[in-house]
């Protein structure tokens, strides 16, 4: 038996692929990865909150 993608659309909401992802996981027995998954593809923090301005500003000299 055949099981398809529930709430496969063109533009899903976030909500929808978080439930096409676990649907998919749990097919590969795999939904304890779901968290790290979503860690992983989540935009990375604010580049102001890994260094300061001013350094960006001498490293940009050195070139």
């Known amino acids: 038996m ?5 709430l496969h659309t ?3 909401t976030d909500e929808e692929r978080y439930k096409m992802l676990k ?4 097919l590969d027995n795999r939904v304890g990865d ?3 998954i ?3 593809m ?5 580049i102001e909150t ?3 301005k ?3 500003k001498a490293s940009k000299s050195l070139l």
């Open 38 to 40: 979503i860690k992983l």
């Open 54 to 56: 001013l350094q960006g």
């Open 34 to 36: 779901f968290d790290e």
């Open 50 to 52: 890994i260094c300061s």
């Open 23 to 26: 649907f998919l996981l749990k």
């Open 10 to 12: 063109i533009n899903p």
């Open 2 to 6: 055949q099981q398809t993608i529930p």
């Open 42 to 46: 989540s935009p990375p923090e604010d």
